[in-house]
């Protein structure tokens, strides 16, 4: 089927105008004004309009004249009260309350004890834990929460499986084994 020039461009300018009519009813939908329109009340009885204690539609009757050629103007009517809108009611919001992130307290000694290389904390966040070992790879003998403070021992130390373990003292005391890659060294006093 074949169609001539002409019949092409009537179907363009055709589409053209429906896009043009269907972009002048979504600005209408969509305008503000619009908007406005759309919370108007609808007419109400006086009855109902009694009970929300605004005024009825008042009606003034117009006299007749005498002469019965005279067309007679039609009853004008009050227009109802607008209800001014409320503010909106307060709603609660959830705030979301900071957790708790592990912060160390870091109280420096004066001087460290003979047997310390330095301090170090467990570099470990999310609730975690570093796992205390006899020896490197070997039986876990505590857990040390991340954040702790720990004493880095001067034993040198030690390759494992690719892993290298140094030898640390907890804040109670035991001694044992950790991977390095767990620690952060702090500086020295």
């Not at 019965?68 to 227009?79: C, F, Q, Y």
């Not at 570093?130 to 954040?147: C, E, H, M, Q």
């Not at 001694?175 to 500086?187: E, F, R, Y």
Request: charged residues 15%; proline residues 12%.
């Amino acid at each position: 089927m074949y169609q001539t020039q002409s019949q092409i461009t009537i179907m363009l300018v055709i589409v053209a105008v429906l896009a043009v009519v269907a972009g002048v009813v979504i600005v209408l939908v969509t305008s503000p004004k619009s908007l406005e329109l759309s919370n108007l009340e609808p007419a109400r009885s006086p009855t109902a309009t009694a009970q929300l204690g605004t005024a009825p539609p008042s009606v003034e009757p117009t006299a007749a004249p005498a002469d019965a050629d005279t067309p007679t103007a039609r009853p004008s009517m009050t227009p109802l009260a607008t209800r001014t809108p409320r503010p909106p009611s307060a709603t609660p919001t959830r705030t979301r309350i900071p957790s708790a992130t592990p912060t160390a307290t870091i109280t420096p000694l004066a001087t460290l004890p003979a047997d310390v290389r330095a301090l170090a904390i467990i570099n470990i966040t999310d609730g975690g834990s570093a796992r205390l070992r006899a020896v490197p790879g070997g039986d876990i003998i505590a857990a040390i929460p991340g954040g702790a403070t720990v004493q880095l021992l001067k034993k040198p130390s030690r390759e494992l499986d690719g892993i290298t373990w140094v030898q640390i003292r907890d804040e109670n005391g035991v001694v044992g084994w950790v991977a390095s890659d767990l620690l952060l060294i702090l500086p020295s006093p």
